[in-house]
Structures are given as structure tokens and as C-alpha cells.
């Protein structure tokens, strides 16, 4: 990374409460809940341990140390503890990588023993972390004074700690020149996420913010991103989380993608992120640990089972109501849309025919009539769901509302553009919307193939994401616009 103006850290926006994600709060009272009634504790036991290993394995793929394949991740993580290093004695793994992966289990270890004893964050256990990540490296990769890159011994210190430390690396730079002073900067940043903390800020939002704020810090000469992951893990697990396991295969590309757009201001990306990460391995956790019980659970079970269900019917009750309520402003606006439309086309092609005008469709008389239409769109929402990794649960309520937009003649192609309001496979009731541009008019599950592989193109770069609570019209209405506007303009293009 090339040197930067330096600038102050940033503290959360004033209206950092509009960042959570309600789903992922649900989810996690649904696990801490499952786990007290848990049959069998070892079987979260060894959850926890399975994850711990794929941390520790994950945490230098994402950095670039190493590369290990998909499989061997999975087989090393099911394994156990002794996994690596019996892999690295068969001669399957370099020991480079091997020790790599000891330090970083290591630090994942403290940081867990950490969290759970509840002590506020401090700049000496940073330290210990780095320390512990570093323990057998001893070359890192930095950029010099003109860009180039640069193996260089590793510091284990703070910059502004370092008798005459080169100006360039990963430094940041104040406007006259003048390496700034990360220390301060540092303890500015402990104190800030206790004041957080002190704030009931969402853990979703607190480790984003603090693993944002970390990497552009840059405190140490080498590991940032390991730990600043290992900084946001620790702020899942203080909150009765799983961990954040990043994986690089999966993650990759929308990682890089949510820290440029912190970078420039926005955090939701980043706590989307990580809240769609953490709610995989929460609804993974919540399967195990049910699929560990036994039928006789006893009374106190069986109560909490009551009481759940009535839980779940209440707020699926309430989350049709949240549905149908976006579902009308969705509605609202893509009758706005269409009006726009009609009258630039009718202008711009005096006479044109009103079957080639833009209307609206909708699931309307479907709900009326309880025909659920269980096929509609499915293709385009599947697709969807593999974009924004997640699986579309659609035999669960869902609403939707088109427009179809305007064509010139009768035999051009027409497109749609399409928002679909459906459940997320999940242990706490999520919903997602999705809005995307398809030219298929056949849109039930009987679809021809040829239709299936006409294109669906996303209308935005992640879902909007739901359960139940109150409504959040502003922050529906601000994605809904964004990803109408990006569709629109891919429609205009292929005119």
C-alpha cells in the first residue's frame, strides 16, 4: 500500500443506530438461546473448535501468505487440533505455512480467552496479538519510498515506536510531510470503541468500524488485516457470537470491495458484510446443535419450545405485515417509474401505442386469490441468492411488483424490472429484497430454457436485508433508489 495523506480516525457516523442488522440480533438470541438448552454441550464444543481451526487456516490465506485449496480448509477444520501438524509431517503442507498457522491459532486462542473474561480492549494486549501473529515471520512485504515493493525485516513495534523508521511502507502521512504520530492515534481508537461499547453499539457495527479503523491506521509494520480481523472476532465473541470467519474464496471480492467503500465514508458494506458472514456460521451452529437433541428434552425444553413457537408465529406474523408494507413502497415507486417513462417515450415517439407503454404487474390478485404462484421468478431470485451468498427460501411468503419497461415497436424485446421480497433460508425469520433487469416474460417455474438463460442482471451490488421490528423507510428507500438507477441505466444501455 502506497503512502497516504494522513487524516484523523474517524468516529462512527451520528446515525451509526441506522447501520444494524435487526436479522442478525434475532439470530443471535435464537443461538445463545439454543445453547442453553443445548442436549449436548460438546457438540457446540466442537463447533466452536471447528471454527477456531478454519480461522486460524483462513486468516494468512486472506493475508497472502500462503494458498491452500477449498478441500484441504474443510478436511483441516473437521479434523482437529493436530490436523496441521500431521499434514505438515506427511509433507502436505510447508512448514512455513504450517508455523504460520500455529502463530495465528495462538493469537485466535488468546483473543477468545479475551473476550470472554470481558477486559476493555488495550494497546499492550494489541501488542501481545501482534506479537503472537508475527512470532516466526521475519521478511514482510512493504512498499518503499516510489512504490516499489520491498521485502523488509519485521518490526514488531509501533511506527512512531521505531528509532528512525523509514517514511514509506504503509504509513500514513500528514498533509506537510511529517509522519504522524500513530500512538495517539491509537489510543484515540481504544478509547473510542470503549465509549462504543459504553453505547450499545451493535456488534455488527463495532466490528466493522473497528476493523476499518485498524487498516487504515496501520499501526504495525505488518499484519493489520490479520489483526484487525482478529479485533473484529473478538467484539463477536464479547457479544455471545461466533466468530468472524472470513473465507477467502468466498469473501474475497466483496471484502475488497466493502473496505474501499469504507474508505470512503460508507461502513454499511462492511457491516453487511460481516453480518451476512456471522449469520452463515449462526444458522450452520443453530442446525448442529439441534440436530443433537434428543426426543425426551424434559420440561424445561419442551416450555422453551412452547414459548418459541409462539414467538415465531407472532413475528411471522408481524414480518408479513413488514413484507406488505415494503412490497407498497416498492409498488409506489415503480408507478412513479413507469409514469416517468411513458411520458419520455410518448414524447420522443408521438402515437406510440399504449400496449407499448410502461405498466406495472404485481402479485396482486395472486395474493387475493391465495394462488401463491410458488415458481415466480424463480430462476432470477436463485440467481440472485448465489450473488449475494444466500439461499432463497421461497416456499415461504414472499410478495413482488414489476415494471415492464417501454418499447419503441412491437417486435422489440421489452424488459422488466423486478422486485422480489422473499424469505432467507434462516433460523430467524430474515427476509431479502432483491430488484433486478430481466427480458424473460415467462416467469413461473415452467419457464423454457431458453427464457432461463435470457439474462438477470442485479440492480445493486448487495440485497436489503429484514426481520422483524419496526420499518426503516429511509434506508428501503435509499437502496431502492440506488438499484433502480444502476438498472435503469444497464436497461438504457441495451436499448
Known amino acids: 500500500m502506497v503512502s497516504q495523506t494522513w487524516r484523523p480516525i474517524a468516529d462512527l457516523p451520528t446515525d451509526w443506530a441506522g447501520l444494524a442488522r435487526p436479522d442478525l440480533g434475532d439470530l443471535l438470541r435464537q443461538w445463545q438461546q439454543e445453547c442453553q438448552f443445548a442436549a449436548d454441550p460438546e457438540r457446540v464444543r466442537q463447533h466452536a473448535e471447528r471454527l477456531a481451526a478454519i480461522w486460524a487456516i483462513e486468516a494468512g490465506i486472506v493475508g497472502r501468505l500462503y494458498s491452500l485449496g477449498r478441500d484441504t480448509v474443510d478436511a483441516l477444520g473437521q479434523a482437529g487440533p493436530r490436523a496441521v501438524e500431521r499434514l505438515r509431517l506427511a ?97 484515540r481508537l481504544i478509547e473510542m470503541h470503549q465509549r462504543h461499547l459504553a453505547l450499545g453499539v451493535a456488534p455488527e457495527i463495532e466490528a466493522a468500524w ?116 415494503y412490497r407498497k413502497l416498492a409498488g409506489t415507486k415503480l408507478r412513479d417509474v413507469a409514469g416517468q417513462l411513458t411520458r419520455a417515450f410518448v414524447e420522443a415517439i408521438p402515437g ?43 416456499g415461504q411468503y414472499k410478495r413482488w411488483v414489476a415494471v415492464k419497461l417501454p418499447g419503441a415497436t412491437a417486435d422489440a424485446q421489452r424488459w422488466q424490472v423486478v422486485v422480489s421480497l422473499h424469505h432467507k433460508e434462516s433460523r430467524a425469520g430474515v427476509m431479502a429484497v432483491v430488484l433486478f433487469l430481466t427480458t424473460s416474460d415467462a416467469s413461473d417455474g415452467g419457464a423454457a430454457a431458453a427464457d432461463v438463460a435470457r439474462p438477470s442482471i442485479l440492480g445493486a451490488r448487495r440485497e436489503f436485508t429484514y426481520s422483524g421490528g419496526p420499518p426503516q423507510d429511509d434506508r428501503f428507500l435509499a437502496w431502492l433508489e440506488l438499484s433502480l438507477t444502476s438498472a435503469l441505466e444497464e436497461w438504457q444501455a441495451r436499448i
Open 91 to 187: 509433507g502436505g503442507i510447508a512448514d512455513d505455512t504450517a508455523r504460520l498457522i500455529a502463530n495465528q491459532r495462538a493469537a485466535f486462542d488468546l483473543a477468545s480467552s479475551y473476550a470472554h473474561s470481558h477486559r476493555p480492549l488495550s494497546l499492550p494486549f494489541v501488542r501481545e496479538l501482534h506479537q503472537l501473529l508475527t512470532r516466526s515471520q521475519t521478511q514482510s512485504d512493504t512498499v518503499g519510498p516510489r512504490g516499489a515493493s520491498l521485502q523488509a525485516k519485521t518490526r514488531r513495534e509501533l511506527w512512531d515506536r521505531v528509532p528512525n523508521a523509514p517514511m514509506a511502507f504503509d504509513h500514513p502521512l500528514r498533509e506537510d510531510g511529517r509522519r504522524d504520530g500513530v500512538g495517539d492515534d491509537a489510543d
Open 210 to 325: 473497528l476493523h476499518h479503523r485498524v487498516t487504515y491506521l496501520c499501526p504495525f509494520q505488518a499484519t493489520d488485516g490479520r489483526l484487525a480481523h482478529l479485533l473484529a472476532t473478538i467484539v463477536f465473541l464479547r457479544a455471545g457470537c461466533v466468530p468472524l470467519v472470513m473465507r477467502d474464496d468466498a469473501h474475497r471480492h466483496a471484502y475488497a470491495d466493502a473496505l474501499s467503500e469504507a474508505d470512503a465514508g460508507d461502513l454499511k458494506p462492511l457491516v453487511d458484510l460481516f453480518a451476512n458472514v456471522v449469520s452463515g456460521d449462526l444458522n450452520e451452529a443453530i442446525t448442529i446443535v439441534r440436530a443433537a437433541r434428543g426426543r425426551d428434552i424434559g420440561a424445561i425444553a419442551a416450555a422453551a419450545a412452547n414459548a418459541a413457537k409462539r414467538y415465531v408465529v407472532h413475528d411471522e406474523r408481524s414480518l408479513r405485515l413488514l413484507t406488505d408494507h
Open 352 to 394: 406510440l401505442p399504449s400496449e407499448l407503454h410502461a405498466w406495472i404487474v404485481s402479485d396482486d390478485l395472486e395474493i387475493k386469490m391465495a394462488t401463491g404462484a410458488r415458481g415466480r421468478w424463480r430462476e432470477q431470485i436463485v440467481h440472485a441468492g448465489s450473488v449475494y451468498r444466500y439461499s432463497p427460501d421461497l
